[in-house]
């Protein structure tokens, strides 16, 4: 594969049927399909790896329940009633972020035998799809003013995460895992570590907030 191979494939596939309205795994997985396949974009490379990684997530979760680490919560409360579709949404983001975007810019170094450097152009492109998916969950699933008071917990878990920060984090844990590549039980190690801390923050960004 080169480094200015496309693809126009479908980004994400369908959902799955046995995934009812409200289901907080769909919830997120809808919003990501309906940005996804807004217009007709070329989609590059990493942002392939980016949504092999999210499927590979969704497949191991189907097929015996361990999925990675940060992907966890979100299946485990997936019914849950008091949390509202927008903490899904974004924990299903952050998760998505901080360990699958992580993951497949480490992926597609090791496919161009190439530093994350090289990927900032896709990196960029792939920040500016996340930036449309999070103003997406906001417009469509934040509760307006007239249903949200100031001192609504909702409200304080939404503030205090940042899409910015979390693809900084993102940027960072890759060259981080790619530079330790000639050491496997380090590498090994950190990604289970970023996996454990992005799980953290999904857990809390799915605080029941009713």
């Not at 990604?191 to 809390?204: K, S």
């Amino acid at each position: 594969m080169t480094q200015t191979e496309e693809f126009t494939e479908p980004a994400v596939r369908p959902r799955p049927h046995r995934w009812p309205p409200g289901d907080g795994v769909g919830v997120f997985h809808d919003v990501r399909q309906t940005v996804s396949e807004t217009g007709h974009r070329r989609v590059c490379s990493l942002e392939a790896r980016l949504t092999e990684r999210y499927l590979s997530a969704l497949d191991a979760a189907e097929a015996d329940g361990r999925p990675p680490e940060c992907w966890r919560p979100l299946f485990q409360y997936r019914h849950h009633p008091g949390v509202r579709p927008v903490q899904f949404a974004l924990a299903g983001l952050h998760a998505h972020i901080a360990h699958d975007l992580v993951l497949a810019v480490v992926d597609t170094c090791r496919t161009r035998d190439c530093e994350p450097a090289a990927l900032e152009g896709e990196f960029e492109r792939v920040g500016d799809l996340l930036a449309l998916l999070e103003e997406r969950i906001h417009d469509e699933l934040m509760p307006g003013p007239d249903l949200l008071r100031i001192a609504d917990p909702l409200t304080h878990l939404v503030s205090t995460w940042s899409l910015e920060r979390a693809r900084e984090a993102a940027w960072t844990a890759a060259r981080v895992l790619r530079q330790l590549r000639g050491f496997p039980a380090a590498a090994e190690e950190f990604a289970e570590q970023n996996d454990a801390g992005a799980g953290l923050v999904v857990r809390f960004l799915l605080t029941p907030c009713r």
